[in-house]
């Protein structure tokens, strides 16, 4: 491990300094305008405006002529690793991020839908008999299967293969866990439910304010208006406190749909091993690789919130990193440029995709679902009604 570390650091580094020392300039967009001084009321455009002449007159600086150029400014070597950071998370928070923002959601109101109810003993019985027939067939698939790859060996399919096959056995555990809480009637809290329903309206709420956030400050570059970010220049004037809280509750809001949408990724796609997060059950490498997702996501997704709030933010710290220096460097620039946003379209239309993909499924293959727990639950609740 320590060695796999080190031939990795050592690469990331050479990749860094060779990067850094060709293209490691940001190329600022400047509007130049050209020299003049005044000497008793005429132009003169030949020498620069010395300091100690008179204050030239407003209408003789609308006059002079000014044309764009191109300022090539050599970065420091701190931003540019921000800005490699920054772009490998971008790679993540489109996919994941997008996936998220409506995954956690929808999950949240389903939660609330397909709710705990109280079944009898014949009920569980019943239900535990065909969980248990579930797992004979998930034991008895995974030996042929594994026999199959012992006669044609294939790392691919041995990873995809395990990492369903893991998807499987959580889906089991989870439905067991259901199956329990609805046997045993005072473990099913009330409150639970409705909390979920709460957080699902309140996540929805935050989804549709991004998406109108990217349209109008980044797709139309805010000519529709500020919208959000006037919001938090409100907030802040009735009382600081209040326009930073909502400013974070939308920052961290994207990190938690990256990690969400991890977890739907893995579970839906298997190129990569599922790792949820339970509650007094999250296992050290999920721990882990969660907080690599966030950690890797924190920069591009403070370049997010920085880009989409940019007149909340302006004349900040990190406006001048991210606004100024990261979106205008060299060869970076092709991604993060206003005039053709890549990677904020990226994450507009994989969130759009996902949202059609979740209504088809609510809607068109929900008859198609396989007899789960959650199924018992719904005919239980028919009945009542």
Not at 176 to 196: F, H, R, S, T
Not at 297 to 302: D, E, G, K, L, N
Request: hydrophobic share 50%.
């Amino acid at each position: 491990t320590i060695c796999w570390s080190s031939v990795n650091l050592t690469v990331f580094v050479v990749f860094l300094t060779a990067l850094y020392f060709t293209i490691g300039y940001v190329e600022l967009p400047v509007v130049v305008m050209q020299p003049y001084a005044t000497d008793d009321n005429v132009t003169v455009t030949s020498g620069f405006f010395d300091p100690g002449d008179p204050v030239p007159l407003w209408d003789d600086v609308e006059a002079a002529d000014t044309w764009d150029a191109i300022q090539q400014i050599r970065t420091s070597l701190v931003i540019y690793v921000l800005a490699l950071l920054s772009f490998v998370g971008w790679m993540l928070m489109t996919i994941f991020g997008g996936i998220g923002m409506v995954a956690l959601p929808m999950d949240l109101i389903n939660s609330w839908y397909n709710r705990p109810v109280a079944i009898d003993v014949k009920q569980w019985a019943e239900r535990k008999l065909k969980l248990k027939s579930e797992c004979q067939r998930l034991l008895a698939d995974g030996k042929s299967k594994q026999d199959e790859l012992k006669a044609n060996p294939s790392r691919w399919k041995e990873r995809r293969f395990v990492n369903e096959f893991k998807k499987k056995v959580l889906d089991l555990e989870d439905e067991m866990e259901i199956l329990n809480i609805c046997y045993k009637k005072n473990a099913i809290n009330p409150l639970v439910p409705w909390l979920q329903l709460f957080g699902g309206i309140f996540c929805w709420v935050v989804t549709i304010s991004w998406w109108f956030q990217l349209i109008f400050e980044i797709f139309l570059q805010g000519l529709a208006g500020p919208y959000l970010s006037d919001v938090f220049s409100r907030l802040s004037n009735a009382f600081p406190l209040f326009g930073i809280v909502a400013y974070g509750i939308f920052a961290f809001y994207i990190l938690v749909c990256v990690i969400k949408g991890s977890i739907k990724f893995a579970g839906r796609f298997f190129l990569i091993s599922i790792h949820p997060l339970k509650l007094n059950g999250t296992m050290m490498n999920s721990f882990l690789f969660n907080v690599g997702i966030i950690l890797i996501c924190s920069v591009s997704a403070t370049q997010l919130c920085t880009t989409a709030f940019r007149q909340f933010v302006h004349s900040s710290a990190i406006s001048q990193i991210f606004v100024t220096q990261i979106q205008y460097l060299k060869f970076f620039s092709y991604f993060y440029s206003m005039d053709v946003p890549v990677f904020y379209s990226l994450l507009f239309v994989v969130s759009f995709l996902q949202l059609i993909w979740s209504c088809c499924a609510v809607f068109v293959c929900a008859k198609k679902q396989a007899d789960t727990i959650t199924d018992m639950m719904r005919e239980a609740r028919r009945e009542r009604v």
